[in-house]
């Protein structure tokens, strides 16, 4: 393929205003074996620029459509597609795949010979869910932190391909080493977090754990007073001292959701330890905790269950600095002196109330002149 042929299938006029720079991009694209799809489906969304990274990231090989990959790799064509929707893997509905991408149709084949196919769709949806946000995060953090100085510094499109090709040319590799290794080390820290909480295994993925929610007291008035450097700031810190605190043994951070943080442990007192570690942080505003215990039901690396919705209606009255826990919890506590009875709770959703045992830290009560992260 070459200009003309571009500028005969309506892609290309050199006689307009940014003919100069479209030429170069097209040479690029052009170099890196992109077709005419490639190019106008580029054109169209608006990312001409990327177009050389993205062939380079999926390779040079003949690509096929969902239906052909999944002859190719001996898997039915239905089940192929099922696949590709629970990986949440955008369908172009041309040719998206490559000899690269039998090897995922082949594995998820592979679990579902093992699995059956319900639970290796939920598997392979969760794996999509977790690499959507990993791969969100490192767009962001290339658009950001390397892309954005250079168009501000005068840069155009054209030195952001190249920016964007050899970036990615040189971290790929080193990237899909750094993945298999930690996806390996999760393995063995989710087995062997199990084995010392307890939990037998079971058909319905249930089990016994303790629930935790951390919440920032007053994050959204906060966040009308704050610049946006020092929103980014303060969520960075809350998310790094939560992972921190909540990421052990016998213990594991669930998720963060804004200025939220999920985190589950297999006793009251590894619990207990992770909010305590949490609201006594000067370095945070002030947080407030809730703990609750119970049989849950864990998902797709998510946990759900009443003793879930009950934690999350704990922290919710909670008062800054305070911890709160429903009294299965404050029982299980090895040292019983540790928490104070706070009477009686309506919670949201639970037709009766709830005793609640507090553990208080009155020195993290709202303080106005504490520094926060990103502040001078």
Sequence with gaps: MTLDDLRAEGLYDPTAADAAEKRELFERALAAGADVDDIRQ?????????????????????????????????????????????????????????????????FWAQMRALLGDEACLRGAQSHGAAMAMLTDSEVTQVRSILEAPRRDAGDDNVDVADLLRDTMGSVLPSLHAMLLRLHVHHLMAAARRYTLWGLAPNVDSTGEVVVGFADMVGFTALGNLLEPNQIDALLHTFEERATHSATGAATRLVKLIGDEAMFVAGSADDALKVAQALVTDRDLPPLRVGLSSGPVVIRGGDVFGVSVNRAARLVAVAAPGEILLDAHTAAMLSDGSATDAAGMRDLPGFPEPVEVFSVAFRERAVRPNDRLPGST
């Design 42 to 106: 580029a054109v169209d969304e608006r990312w001409l620029h990327v177009l050389p990274m993205r062939l380079a990231l999926l390779g040079g090989e003949r690509r096929m459509t969902i239906d052909e990959a999944a002859d190719a790799a001996g898997v039915d064509r239905a089940f192929a597609n099922r696949v590709w929707n629970a990986l949440m893997i955008p369908h172009r509905g041309g040719r998206e795949c490559s000899a690269a991408d039998l090897a995922i149709f082949e």
